[in-house]
């Protein structure tokens, strides 16, 4: 069955950097378009950054422009979400979603797969 496995979350200092992977297994991974979003209790998931399937394309949320990198290894079924300059905001539980249809490139959260989630908390 399709896994999406992510990992490299964990507790960092305000200023600090993460490097968040995401690893897929039971899928043909480089014919879909990958991403990650966030979501802290009470409020809705929220998308961060996406790729497209043969990483020509990105895009970022307004609020991690600058700040995140997203890209993808497709020889190691791999997607990461490299962070710097955390901020206190960015704490949330971080989710890797693999959509084959692209719309997540626009941000749109219906993906065909989701993984489990990995916690960021940032320290101020």
């Known amino acids: 069955q399709v896994q999406l496995v992510e990992s490299g979350g964990g507790l960092v200092q305000a200023g600090g950097s993460l490097r968040l992977s995401c690893a897929a297994s039971?899928?043909?991974?480089?014919?879909?378009?990958m991403g990650w979003f966030r979501q802290v209790p009470g409020k809705e998931r929220e998308f961060v950054a996406a790729i497209s399937w043969g990483g020509g394309r990105t895009n970022y949320a307004d609020s991690v422009k600058g700040r995140f990198s997203i890209s993808r290894d497709n020889a190691k079924n791999t997607v990461y979400l490299q962070m710097n300059r955390l901020e206190p905001e960015d704490t949330a539980v971080y989710y890797c979603?693999?959509?084959?249809?692209?719309?997540?490139?626009?941000?749109?959260?219906?993906?065909?797969?989701w993984g489990q989630g990995t916690q960021v908390t940032v320290s101020s």
């Open positions: 979603a693999a959509d084959q249809s692209h719309r997540i490139l626009s941000g749109h959260y219906s993906c065909d797969y």
């Open positions: 039971g899928l043909p991974f480089s014919i879909y378009s």
